[in-house]
């Protein structure tokens, strides 16, 4: 019954490669979000799509592409591995993105990705 | 152990004391604001939340409390137990078109002492 699940939980790969990560939830949530947590556990979005639309577009190298089949799925696509991609990356997921609701983001356990 | 070379703030109390967790944000548009708590090998996880025409709301065991004026927001726990150990996180959404963008504090490293 997990909320917010993402494939795989650890990646190790080398550098050059191309990798991608998954990511689903099951709360029925329209906005569904990338973060990337460096080494100092600093958390910065990357990403946020609503209704598999893109909003959000931090400034993330191109070789990092999210895509959304579906609102209940959000996957990240990286191109060319670099030894500074390696950290965790979490999914979230939201109902919804501002307005007068509060709403509170709903995060994975992380992919803790590591470049050799 | 995981805070080894983080360099965040700590705050060591004894079980059943009370914590309170500061936080400075810093946009005054922001509207919203959560806490959320993140234990090693997980994500985090929603605690609270507090909308800016409030300045304190309760939960179980948590009460959020925010200052507008001075841009502060703090988390009080009370009755602190072994199981809230972990890293404690604010963030704040800039109100009116920011698509839910939440920015996150550098977080603060809570260890109770049984």
């Known amino acids: 019954d997990t909320a917010v699940s993402q494939t795989p939980k650890y990646l190790v790969t080398q550098m050059g490669n191309d990798k991608s990560i998954k990511c689903e939830q099951n709360?029925?949530?329209?906005?569904m979000y990338w973060y990337k947590q460096d080494s100092k556990k600093f958390l910065k979005i990357m990403f946020s799509?609503?209704?598999?639309?893109?909003?959000i577009n931090e400034t993330v190298p191109n070789r990092f592409s999210p895509k959304s089949p579906d609102k209940a799925h959000l996957n990240l696509h990286i191109n060319s591995l670099e030894l500074g991609d390696s950290a965790v990356y979490f999914c979230a997921s939201s109902q919804g993105t501002g307005g007068g609701i509060s709403q509170p983001q709903h995060f994975g356990d992380g992919t803790r990705l590591s470049i050799l | 152990g995981e805070s080894v070379g983080l360099h965040l703030p700590t705050l060591s109390v004894q079980e059943g004391d009370n914590s309170i967790i500061n936080c400075a944000y810093s946009?005054?548009?922001?509207?919203?604001f959560i806490w959320y708590k993140q234990e090693s090998g997980k994500g985090p996880q929603f605690i609270i939340d507090?909308?800016?025409?409030?300045d304190k709301r309760q939960g179980q065991r948590v009460t959020v409390l925010l200052n507008k004026t001075v841009k502060h927001l703090s988390l009080q726990i009370a009755a602190t137990q072994p199981g809230d150990s972990a890293v404690y996180f604010c963030a704040e959404r800039v109100g009116g078109t920011s698509y839910g963008k939440l920015t996150f504090g550098q977080g603060t490293i809570l260890t109770v002492h049984p």
């Open positions: 799509y609503n209704n598999k639309e893109l909003i």
């Open positions: 507090i909308r800016s025409n409030m």
């Open positions: 946009n005054s548009a922001s509207d919203y």
């Open positions: 709360l029925g949530h329209d906005t």
